[in-house]
């Protein structure tokens, strides 16, 4: 039998009973130590602006702000959570115990799900503005969006007990040794989250920003061709509307990129063990988180505003939630 030293276990007095220290080289060195913490508070610091900015300017109440709140919640959680647990779990060994583990793992998989919901939503979103934008004040309000992200994240959570339920009822049943964190999905349910959580909402969102995508050209041409008449401008979507289009297709893409690595890989290598691969696709998943804000930042003058108004203190006056951000 292989001798072990005992400094490199987590557990030195369980002996054979305890796990390894990690010793991937990826997880170790300056990328752990500076890089993923000041992405870890880049991401909370920047998604509570936004979620300051949207929850506090009236003007800012509207459907479409509504849904990146929702997604910025999401992000926020990542960035508080998800994040400093990846470092903690990559770099050493995992000491908090399996009911933790299994904590943890729930809220991954419910923030990735509700992440997904939500772009599944702003996707939906944009199409009716854009491919049916007389009737977008109709059929999209602010009471009917409060009623999609609720029932976004509540679907999403009853999905993630019911999946992970037996992870849930008995923690730790996979571990092989004390130090480790294991969770692992039985076939039925990975194929059903495979289905809901990635293949169902991949395909609508591709769908309907295909179509937007269409119908935003068609409409720019038309504009192009008969700029002198005002009709044609009526009868399609506002400017504003098809260059919120275009900034939230960014978002959308941007999210594709850094989720379909992160799924793909959970779907095609089935290992229990933590891979290098596994771990940068988790972190490229993470850091989606903070990319969200800065997309805003770059394409919003409203979210530059705000966070003028905030930084200055100009916020806490009282007349305050009236300032006109857009």
């Not at 395909?203 to 720019?220: E, N, P």
């Not at 891979?275 to 940068?280: M, N």
């Not at 805003?296 to 009282?318: D, E, N, S």
């Amino acid at each position: 039998m292989e001798s072990v030293n005992q400094s490199e276990l987590c557990f030195p007095l369980l002996a054979n009973l305890s796990c390894r220290k990690s010793s991937s080289s990826f997880s170790g060195g300056v990328f752990v130590t500076f890089v993923l913490p000041l992405v870890s508070i880049l991401t909370v610091l920047l998604n509570l602006i936004v979620i300051v900015s949207i929850s506090h300017f009236r003007q800012l109440h509207t459907p479409t702000n509504l849904l990146l709140l929702s997604l910025a919640i999401a992000d926020a959680i990542v960035g508080l959570l998800m994040i400093p647990a990846q470092i903690y779990s990559t770099a050493s060994c995992w000491l908090l115990g399996d009911i933790v583990c299994a904590l943890f793992t729930l809220i991954m998989v419910l923030v990735t799900a509700a992440s997904v919901g939500n772009m599944v939503l702003i996707s939906a979103d944009r199409y009716v503005a854009i491919c049916d934008p007389l009737r977008y004040n109709v059929k999209i309000t602010v009471k009917r969006i409060q009623l999609c992200v609720c029932l976004c994240w509540l679907s999403s959570l009853i999905g993630c007990c019911i999946i992970f339920n037996d992870q849930l009822t008995h923690p730790g049943k996979l571990n092989s040794c004390y130090g480790e964190c294991v969770v692992n999905v039985d076939i039925d349910g990975g194929i059903i989250d495979v289905i809901l959580s990635f293949i169902l909402p991949l395909s609508i969102i591709i769908t309907l920003y295909s179509r937007v995508f269409v119908v935003a050209l068609s409409q720019a041409r038309a504009v192009r061709i008969h700029a002198y008449t005002r009709g044609i401008i009526r009868m399609g979507a506002k400017k504003s509307e098809l260059k919120a289009a275009r900034t939230l297709g960014v978002l959308v893409l941007v999210f594709l990129a850094c989720f379909c690595p992160y799924y793909i890989d959970s779907v095609v290598n089935n290992s229990k063990k933590i891979s290098q691969q596994k771990i940068f696709v988790l972190h490229l998943f993470s850091f989606n988180s903070c990319v969200n804000p800065l997309i805003y930042a770059f394409f919003y003058p409203w979210f530059r505003k705000a966070v003028r108004l905030i930084v200055t203190l100009r916020i806490l006056r009282p007349d305050s939630r009236e300032a006109i951000v857009l």
